[in-house]
């Protein structure tokens, strides 16, 4: 026994005999539900990066979720290193961003601190697709952590002591600043030769001796001695490497300077410590964006906000008719709503399925719900960036294909609102006598317009909010009843509106339900298939059952009315439904111009 669901509206001469419907599990589209004002749920995004209201940035800290993107969309990515190499006069600020999970085929359109990357000097971009096996990125091939420091050195005074983080370290170095140059004015006022000496050691936390950090002298002999007469700030690093892993502490301190009065510029400052961890890191399937950047009046002082376009364009589908994978498109919501079950990851040759197997995947279903996205010129263009179920995830491109996930028998299958042939032929032959109920739903109270929040591509991928309005909202003597709608996964204004309008017809014309029950016939039909109705009931013309057929002669079980001009039956052998004309009617006799499918104990209706 089956309970049916579906609405009913009045397309014509079939009229009289039936209502066509796709039981779907959408929600009851947005009319079924829809209230004045309720809110837009962000219950998932206002948790985004990508997709709150704020403005975009780059995501620091331990635990963060690796990001999963179909399509094309615009990101700040992940910081998983950050290091600052001071060399000379120059300093630069090496930056690497996780973009997503890998593989993808894209990285485009970078920006910093909103401005393209043409228009900056002295930037370097390195670039990984998150293949199985790739490059590691220059200026990372180790990991570094800097510590900033402002210790001012000044003879006479005790050691400045700093004990690093962690219990790995492997090399270390020190960072000290001149700020003010280093020089002495002479009697010409020009800049002359001065000197500073400094001395930096080391040592195993708990250990009582230290160790001298190498100091080479320049522009003089002896060790720690810095001579110069430069006038501009200027950055001087030494070390130690090889060291065995552990937690050590640094300490530093100036022992003289050549000179104090106030003609001479020779304040020194150390600015940073850097610990080193040698490790190749090339980071295996993760999409990854490497940024060197020289500090100048462009950049300076913070760090730089960085943000670009990232695009996946395939994932990896099993086609059961082939045996083998193929590539489908990302953005198609059905593959989208197949990868996020599936996840199937190549290496070389070889696939590796972290999700359903493919066994219990309807790749039937799923390709069908595919090529209607790809007709209706549908796309789903995402960035999976915060902790979700698998049910929300899948809520995303499901809302933007206008499909659902549903589990048939064993496998994951897919329903989608689109048009269709019937599947199934419901008459007062085979309801069960007593269980047809018919519903008529209120419209006073329904959304005569709808708010879509979607993240709009043409600005900059900026979160945007499009009003639709009903057909007759113009001449609508009610008041505004706004509905809203969060529609991620959409980047384009024109699928926005397309996908407002179409709520709202649904929410126009969907004005009651009906609902029976129904014995073995109801498994010829599914959720989402559209199907034939007729009762008595509701005058939706007549049915009943065949009792013969000879030729082109159909015996009925009851008469039909003299002006019936065609007649529909469901073969009993196939489930296939026939619809035929009428030639003549005499009584419970029918002459039909095809009596195809026609058969003893159809289930037939007349109109």
Request: charge should be negative; hydrophobic fraction near 35%.
């Given at each position: 026994r089956a309970s049916w669901a579906l609405a009913a509206a009045h397309w014509g001469l079939w009229t009289r005999i039936g209502v066509s419907m796709a039981l779907t599990m959408l929600g009851n589209y947005v009319g079924s539900a829809l209230t004045p004002t309720p809110k837009i749920d962000i219950s998932n995004t206002e948790q985004s990066n990508t997709y709150g209201w704020g403005v975009m940035q780059s995501l620091t800290g331990q635990g963060q979720v690796l990001p999963v993107v179909y399509g094309t969309v615009k990101t700040a990515g992940m910081m998983l290193q950050r290091h600052v190499v001071s060399d000379g006069t120059k300093q630069y600020l090496n930056v690497l961003y996780c973009l997503a999970e890998g593989p993808i085929d894209g990285i485009d359109h970078i920006k910093i601190n909103g401005n393209d990357l043409e228009n900056f000097e002295g930037i370097e971009i390195d670039k990984r697709l998150?293949?199985?096996?790739?490059?590691?990125?220059?200026?990372?091939?180790?990991?570094?952590?800097?510590?900033?420091?402002?210790?001012e050195l000044n003879p006479g005074k005790d050691w400045s002591t700093v004990t690093l983080d962690g219990n790995t370290a492997q090399a270390i170095e020190v960072t000290v600043s001149f700020p003010q140059g280093l020089y002495y004015s002479n009697d010409s006022g020009n800049p002359d030769w001065t000197s500073v000496t400094v001395e930096a050691q080391y040592k195993k936390v708990g250990?009582?001796?230290?160790?001298?950090?190498?100091?080479?002298?320049?522009?003089?002999?002896?060790?720690?001695?810095?001579?110069?007469?430069?006038?501009?700030?200027?950055?001087?690093?030494?070390?130690?490497?090889?060291?065995?892993?552990?937690q050590y502490e640094v300490r530093m301190r100036c022992t003289s300077k050549a000179n104090t009065t106030i003609r001479c510029a020779n304040k020194i400052q150390w600015s940073g410590v850097t610990q080193i961890i040698y490790d190749d890191f090339s980071y295996p399937g993760k999409a990854l964006l490497g940024v060197k950047a020289l500090a100048t009046d462009q950049l300076n002082s913070s760090d730089p906000q960085m943000t670009c376009e990232v695009t996946r364009s395939k994932v990896y589908v099993w086609n059961p008719i082939s045996n083998a994978y193929e590539e489908k498109l990302a953005n198609n919501p059905a593959w989208a709503c197949y990868d996020i079950l599936h996840h199937c990851v190549k290496y070389g040759e070889r696939y590796e399925v972290y999700g359903v197997p493919k066994e219990?995947?309807?790749?039937?279903?799923?390709?069908?719900?595919?090529?209607?996205?790809?007709?209706?010129?549908?796309?789903?263009?995402?960035?999976y960036d915060s902790a979700m179920q698998l049910?929300?995830?899948?809520?995303?491109?499901?809302?933007?294909?206008?499909?659902?996930?549903?589990?048939?028998?064993?496998?994951?299958?897919?329903?989608?609102?689109?048009?269709?042939?019937?599947?199934q032929l419901f008459t007062v032959a085979n309801i069960k006598k007593g269980s047809f109920r018919e519903e008529f739903q209120g419209t006073s109270e329904r959304a005569n317009a709808i708010e879509i929040s979607y993240i709009n591509k043409d600005k900059d991928y900026e979160r945007d909010v499009l009003t639709v309005f009903d057909d007759s909202y113009d001449s609508a003597d009610a008041y505004t009843?706004?509905?809203?709608?969060?529609?991620?996964?959409?980047?384009?204004?024109?699928?926005?509106?397309?996908?407002?309008?179409?709520?709202?017809?649904?929410?126009?014309?969907?004005?009651?339900?009906?609902?029976?029950?129904?014995?073995?016939?109801?498994?010829?039909?599914?959720?989402?298939?559209?199907?034939?109705?007729?009762?008595?009931?509701?005058?939706?013309?007549?049915?009943?059952?065949?009792?013969?057929?000879?030729?082109?002669?159909?015996?009925?079980?009851?008469?039909?009315?003299?002006?019936?001009?065609?007649?529909?039956?469901?073969?009993?052998?196939?489930?296939?439904?026939?619809e035929t004309s009428i030639k003549s009617i005499e009584k419970d006799?029918?002459?039909?111009?095809?009596?195809?499918?026609?058969?003893?104990?159809?289930?037939?209706t007349a109109g």
């Open positions: 998150g293949d199985a096996v790739q490059d590691i990125i220059p200026n990372f091939n180790d990991s570094y952590a800097d510590t900033g420091l402002a210790y250990d009582i001796g230290w160790k001298q950090i190498p100091i080479k002298s320049e522009n003089t002999s002896g060790e720690g001695t810095i001579r110069a007469k430069e006038t501009k700030a200027f950055y001087r690093v030494w070390g130690v490497r090889d060291l065995e892993p552990a219990c995947m309807d790749y039937y279903a799923f390709e069908a719900w595919a090529n209607n996205c790809e007709k209706e010129h549908i796309e789903f263009n995402y960035l049910t929300d995830a899948l809520t995303y491109p499901a809302r933007v294909g206008m499909g659902s996930i549903i589990i048939v028998g064993t496998k994951y299958s897919c329903v989608y609102d689109s048009p269709a042939v019937p599947s009843q706004p509905t809203q709608v969060e529609l991620m996964g959409c980047t384009s204004t024109e699928q926005a509106y397309k996908y407002g309008k179409r709520k709202l017809r649904s929410n126009k014309y969907e004005i009651r339900t009906i609902s029976f029950d129904a014995f073995t016939d109801a498994i010829a039909c599914s959720i989402g298939q559209v199907i034939l109705v007729q009762h008595d009931l509701t005058d939706w013309g007549c049915g009943g059952r065949v009792v013969a057929v000879e030729g082109k002669t159909v015996t009925l079980n009851q008469e039909i009315p003299a002006d019936c001009t065609i007649i529909r039956a469901r073969d009993n052998t196939t489930n296939d439904l026939y006799k029918v002459v039909v111009e095809d009596a195809a499918g026609f058969s003893e104990d159809a289930v037939f």
